[in-house]
């Protein structure tokens, strides 16, 4: 299951369930994100040529980040990026979400490990910007 978080015109998430699956190749993503998401699903024996990627200036403006839930359970609190608390959702065990725009904060409701990947090179503390998050009692989890 594919289920893209939306505020006003705005994709702010992208969450690939780990129950997902289709046949081929799907990228999930439009073009101009700086940050692709695909899914791939490939017969044995099928064969991607190799190859190398070739130099492509990129101007990239905001962070794009891509978790892999490795395993436990994350709650995902999404804000406008006026920082207005908007909903969240749960993220389990196999499930990658593409965080794109707006604000975002974590909330691990067991022991979890997740992966990230993100674009480089790292900017520190002038990356983000930290604010207070919803309190637990506001919490609107997404149906």
Do not use: C, W
């Not at 130099?55 to 006026?82: H, M, N, W």
């Not at 909330?107 to 637990?136: H, N």
């Amino acid at each position: 299951m594919i289920e893209p978080i939306q505020y006003k015109d705005q994709m702010l998430a992208l969450v690939l369930r780990a129950s997902f699956r289709a046949e081929g190749i799907q990228f999930f993503t439009p073009d101009e994100f700086s940050q692709q998401l695909g899914y791939m699903n490939r017969p044995a024996g099928y064969v991607i040529p190799p190859h190398v990627h070739n130099p492509v200036a990129r101007e990239v403006q905001f962070t794009k980040e891509v978790l892999f839930i490795k395993s436990g359970r994350v709650r995902v609190d999404f804000y406008s990026e006026e920082q207005d608390y908007l909903e969240s959702t749960i993220l389990e065990t196999g499930d990658f979400i593409l965080l794109a725009y707006g604000g975002h904060g974590f909330e691990m409701l067991e022991p979890s490990e997740m992966i990230e990947v993100k674009q480089g090179p790292y900017a520190g503390e002038s990356d983000k910007t930290r604010f207070d998050g919803v309190d637990k009692s506001q919490v609107r989890i997404r149906k």
